[in-house]
Structures are given as C-alpha cells and as structure tokens.
C-alpha cells in the first residue's frame, strides 16, 4: 500500500449527491459508498441522493466500488459515531468477499487487503468469531451463527501478508471513512487529491 498524504479526514458524509450536486441535508437518507482509488489506492467515500443510486449512478474510474450503505445525514452538532451499524458493517464485509469482473490484479489485491483487515476489525469487535486459522487464513462465523455443520460453512478470509505498517495504514484510512468526525469532507476529484 502506498502512504498518499491527505490532509483532510473523509469519514463524515459529504452532504452532496455526487452524481446530482443536490445538498443533502440533516436527516436525509443517503447512499455511502466505500471507494478506492486504483491510481493512489487510497480509500474515499462517495455519497448519493437514493434516487440517483437507484438509478444505477455509481463512482466513476479511477474509483472502484467496494461497498455502500444506507444512512441518515447526521446533525453536525452531534457527537462522532460510527457511521455504519453492526449489520452494515458486516455486509461490507461480506461485499468484499464478492467476485469482481476486474482485470486489475491490483484491484483483487487491494479488495484482499481490505477484506482482511475488516475481518481483524470484525473480530476484534466480536461480530465475527475466528474459529481456526490454518496456512494463511482465517475461518470465520458471523457471532450467533451456528458452526457447521449446523450452520453454513466457515468463511474464508485470506491473508494478503501485510506488513505491521500496511495495517496500521489501511486500519487508519478505514477509520477515517467510517467514523463521523461531524465535519463534512470535500468530494474527491478524479485525480484522488481534494
């Protein structure tokens, strides 16, 4: 992974459709999508207006969908919060673990790194319980589903063989992106820079 230094935190909803330009506004619903970048692998979000995401609007190149979410644009008076709750954040897990048609190997490595990262989150949270880890992966359970063979298989996660730094690095722009800091953050440009 590779450090790009952005001085401004992208965990708080923009308040701007981004396929639209409409303002959204406290206690709008919107769509948050997790994004990033293929040039700068750097992480950013996007936020759409739900009409314009249910008509199909999605990131544009060089940005690469990894997951969404539906939320409320919180009061910016309120105190900071995560932004996705335990199910969301589970599904955005299970959105990485989802084939994508990319012929970009770093795009699948990325996508790895960042599926493995989740999972220690998840983990550390104890919304996933690791129930073995065996040559380079773990196996997984969301918490409260049965092991097998009750419950369905185990889910692999792979380990992409990070360094402690690359962990840290991609731990910290996961924060940024999930975390409401109650200051909205500029749209990213197509060139990852603000």
Not at 51 to 73: F, K, N, Q
Not at 86 to 99: I, K, P, R, V, Y
Not at 132 to 152: D, F, H, I, K, Y
Not at 156 to 167: K, N
């Amino acid at each position: 992974m590779s450090r790009v230094a952005n001085t401004y935190s992208l965990g708080s909803p923009t308040r701007v459709c981004a396929a639209s330009g409409r303002e959204l506004r406290t206690g709008d619903l919107f769509v948050g999508a997790l994004c990033q970048d293929i040039q700068t692998e750097e992480f950013c979000r996007q936020d759409y207006a739900p009409e314009a995401w249910d008509s199909g609007a999605r990131p544009a190149a060089p940005l690469e969908l990894i997951g969404s979410w539906r939320a409320v644009v919180p009061d910016p008076n309120e105190k900071r919060k995560l932004l996705l709750d335990e199910g969301s954040l589970l599904d955005l897990f299970e959105q990485t673990g989802e084939d994508v048609a990319s012929a970009d190997a770093g795009a699948a490595r990325r996508r790895a790194v960042l599926r493995f990262v989740l999972a220690l989150i998840l983990v550390r949270k104890r919304l996933l319980v690791c129930e073995q880890s065996r040559g380079g992966t773990m196996l997984v359970r969301p918490r409260g589903v049965p092991r097998p063979p009750e419950g369905p298989p185990l889910v692999e996660v792979a380990d992409p063989a990070m360094r402690d730094e690359d962990v840290a690095l991609v731990t910290e722009q996961l924060q940024s992106v999930l975390i409401d800091t109650g200051t909205p953050t500029p749209a990213p440009t197509a060139g990852g820079g603000a």
